[in-house]
Structures are given as structure tokens and as C-alpha cells.
């Protein structure tokens, strides 16, 4: 079974430009999550994807979407990128089942697209 | 709010010993999950084991154990018989369901463990 899959895996931007990261959850997993890792904040939740619909979203500016597919398929863009959006994103996926305890979820995650904004 | 605490930024141990990585955590919910991951330098986030709150036994999977003490709110991983193939970050992490019906996780600040032979 593939695991999760996450394009590109580097990108190097340069300050005001767009970016848009890619991720394929693993098949049958309807849940994608992203997180932004960096050497200051460490791992910080940006937003969560279930059918289609955000269902949560962390403390981060409006510039920073997303979108999920009804592949489950999910992508995040970041507008007006600024240096401090360098960084490792990840993306991870989970099989959202009904009535299995929400804690159990296990969240599977992909390598990580390493952006650098110059 | 959930919080997860590592006071260990770094941890050395020998080739075949055992190590243990300390976590604590704070959370108001009855219910919750706990988990391990392994970061290699490549990146990626390696699932390496999960406690629920409510499991009345300590998780093990293979050479890796979960020390899991509810009262004293801790949930230490234990790595048995150490191999250079384990030396990575390891971060602990809490399972939050929020409001919405989706859930996230809130990750420790790390430890960075090396196998030396």
C-alpha cells in the first residue's frame, strides 16, 4: 500500500511569489492534515481536510489555503510568500471512521516539501 | 489547551542499549491520544506507536514500549536494544478533537537521539 505522497519535495521561491504543495493521502483515507515545521515554531498545525470541507484551521494568516479534492487528493497554496514561510511542510492523512474514538486516528505523513524563500 | 513537554533536546546512547525518551503532557479531556513519531533527516514523519487514555496495558511494538503513567501524566518511550538505523528526532505528540468533529495533533519540541557504537 503506497504511503503518503507529497510534491515537490524542494521548492525555492523568492519573496511575494506564490507557491501551491501537492499531497496524495494514503488510498482509503478521507482525512488530510498539514503542518508547518520550522526550526523556531517546531511542528504547527495549519489546517485539516475531511470530504472535501475544512473542517479545522490553525492560527496562521489568511495566506495560507487549502483545498481537498473528492480524491481526497489535498493541496495547500501560500500567496505573498514572506522568509519566514521557509520551511518543511507535511502533510499526513488518517482513516476517519465512524465510531472508532476520534484519538485513535492514527495520522500517516508523507517526507515533506522543504520550501525556501529567498 | 494541550501541551507536550520533552526536556531532553538531545540523548546519546550505545549501540544494543536501551533509552528511554521522556514526554509529559498536560490536557482537561477524559479522552485522548498519545503518540510517538521518529523524524529521520530526510523529513519524513516515521508513526511509531500509540497509547490511548483509557488502554489499561503500556503499548509495545517491537523494540519499541510506551512507559505510559496517567497520574503522573508522563508517557515515555522506551527503545530496546538500540541501532544506528534509530538515531533521529523523536517527537511526542497529543491527539486533540476539536469542535469542528476533525482533530490535530500538538507536538513536543523534540529529542534528537544518536546510536554511537
Given at each position: 500500500k503506497a504511503g503518503v505522497t507529497q510534491t515537490p519535495r524542494y521548492l525555492i521561491k523568492t519573496r511575494g511569489q506564490q507557491v501551491t504543495l501537492s499531497c496524495s493521502p494514503i488510498s482509503g483515507h478521507r482525512s488530510v492534515s498539514w503542518y508547518q515545521q520550522t526550526p523556531g515554531q517546531g511542528l504547527q498545525f495549519l489546517f485539516e481536510y475531511f470530504s472535501e470541507t475544512q473542517r479545522n484551521k490553525g492560527n496562521?494568516?489568511?495566506?495560507f489555503s487549502g483545498r481537498q479534492f473528492s480524491n481526497s487528493r489535498s493541496e495547500m497554496n501560500v500567496s505573498?510568500?514572506?522568509?519566514?514561510?521557509s520551511a518543511l511542510y507535511l502533510c499526513a492523512s488518517s482513516y476517519?471512521?465512524?465510531?472508532?474514538?476520534?484519538?485513535?486516528n492514527i495520522q500517516y505523513f508523507g517526507a515533506g516539501t522543504r520550501l525556501s524563500v529567498l | 489547551a494541550q501541551k507536550i513537554t520533552q526536556t531532553q533536546p538531545g540523548m546519546f546512547v550505545q549501540e544494543k542499549e536501551a533509552v528511554t525518551l521522556d514526554c509529559t503532557y498536560d490536557t482537561s479531556d477524559p479522552s485522548y491520544g498519545l503518540f510517538w513519531y521518529k523524524q529521520p533527516s530526510s523529513g519524513e514523519m516515521i508513526f511509531l506507536i500509540y497509547q490511548g487514555s483509557y488502554d489499561q496495558q503500556n503499548a509495545t511494538e517491537g523494540r519499541y514500549s510506551l512507559n505510559f503513567q496517567k497520574a503522573r501524566k508522563s508517557a515515555n518511550l522506551v527503545i530496546s536494544?538500540?541501532?544506528?538505523?534509530?538515531s533521529a528526532m523523536y517527537f511526542c505528540a497529543m491527539r486533540e478533537v476539536l469542535t469542528g468533529g476533525g482533530n490535530k495533533l500538538t507536538f513536543g519540541t523534540g529529542t534528537q537521539l544518536k546510536v554511537e557504537l
Open positions: 496562521f494568516p489568511g495566506r505573498t510568500l514572506e522568509l519566514g514561510d476517519t471512521r465512524g465510531g472508532l474514538e476520534p484519538a485513535k | 536494544a538500540s541501532q544506528l538505523g534509530d
